[in-house]
């Protein structure tokens, strides 16, 4: 038994750095353990039953997967200050950034891992699962560790047709909140909300730290690079979001992004998984259900379709920020609503879900 919370992950890691970040911002007493393969046979697999980091153990020894879980099983513990706004504007905002950086973000972040970082990956992989070989011997490991996450791109939506307009996406959002953090801190003032942790995960761990990447971050949006550093080495516990329930237009062209691009795959996802619970009642929730068009516009604005798949993990991510806006009335429901028209989100955010889903021993799993 230890006095300290241990987080079970990798600096490779999409995710690990987005608790890592919180826990730091928290200055929560941790220890990080590398989660190499002996570390995923012996703890992550016989805990959690699913071979994902990172993984948080507490001090009384409660494991805890899923980094929207693990910051709300700590913020339970450690409520102050609260990362989660309780304003109507910025509570639904900080929450649409998180599912943001959480699942749209992995398109750009995989693409540049994968296809401008692979060599460097190799033997970074190999050192994680691996420490005690020879530098030969990780890379050989790593490229093997590596086929799956390589494989994963298509699925993802990334191939030789949407390259290069993931790659005008990403750079031109870069552009975008390189404006914003010439002028502000963090998202929603001087202290980092669940919105700048969903988004530290890509941010950091694949477009700051991978080599090719960083440089592609530090040349277009040196205060995104410069916000990352703060979100790796917080001031603990310090900052407060902007008076008056405030989000700064120059979040608004990132809003548009956000509901131009992902939410209309989320829309139909959303759709076609409510028709595959009612067609299947019963089966066990799959990763995926399918595949869908999404569109993506070049640095010329030329609009380019791309084929990925129906993420069903998506509407939990997705409940999170419904289960704040939609109870919201009168003033309160107006002021988010009147926002939400001018970054052309309004109609977007309006779901009627015929199904909710929970997680259950790391498993989703519709309710009821």
Request: glycine share 6%; net charge negative; hydrophobic share 40%.
């Amino acid at each position: 038994m230890t006095d300290k919370y241990q987080l079970l992950g990798a600096e490779i890691s999409y995710f690990t750095g987005k608790v890592r970040s919180y826990l730091r911002y928290k200055d929560i007493p941790y220890q990080e353990v590398n989660a190499d393969r002996d570390v995923y046979l012996k703890v992550i697999l016989p805990r959690t039953g699913v071979a994902m980091m990172p993984v948080l153990i507490s001090p009384d020894d409660i494991a805890v997967q899923d980094t929207s879980d693990i910051i709300d099983f700590l913020e339970d513990r450690f409520p102050e200050p609260s990362i989660y706004p309780s304003t109507p504007r910025q509570g639904t905002i900080a929450r649409l950034f998180e599912l943001y950086g959480d699942e749209w973000m992995k398109i750009p972040a995989m693409h540049y891992r994968w296809n401008h970082n692979a060599e460097a990956m190799y033997l970074e992989f190999g050192k994680v699962s691996q420490p005690d070989l020879s530098e030969a011997e990780q890379i050989n490991v790593g490229k093997q560790t590596c086929k799956p996450f390589e494989g994963s791109l298509p699925i993802l939506g990334v191939t030789p047709a949407t390259e290069k307009a993931v790659e005008a996406s990403y750079e031109q959002l870069l552009r975008d909140l390189d404006a914003h953090f010439a002028i502000h801190p963090y998202l929603l003032g001087t202290r980092p909300s669940i919105g700048d942790f969903g988004m530290i995960g890509p941010l950091y761990a694949h477009q700051y730290r991978d080599p090719a990447s960083g440089e592609i971050m530090k040349r277009i949006a040196p205060n995104v690079a410069r916000w990352v550093e703060r979100m790796m080495a917080p001031e603990p516990k310090a900052g407060a979001f902007l008076p008056d329930d405030k989000v700064p237009e120059t979040l608004y062209p990132v809003l548009r992004r956000i509901f131009e691009e992902q939410f209309p795959p989320l829309r139909n996802m959303i759709s076609s998984f409510a028709d595959w619970i009612d067609e299947n009642p019963g089966v066990d929730v799959p990763r995926a259900i399918g595949k869908q068009s999404f569109v993506l516009k070049e640095a010329d604005g030329k609009p380019v379709t791309g084929v990925r798949g129906m993420f069903t993990f998506e509407q939990w991510m997705l409940q999170r920020v419904l289960d704040f806006y939609q109870p919201l009335q009168g003033d309160d429901r107006q002021s988010v609503d009147t926002l939400l028209d001018e970054v052309g989100g309004k109609d977007a955010m309006q779901f009627d879900l015929r199904h909710r889903v929970a997680r259950v021993k790391n498993q989703l799993v519709v309710e009821g």
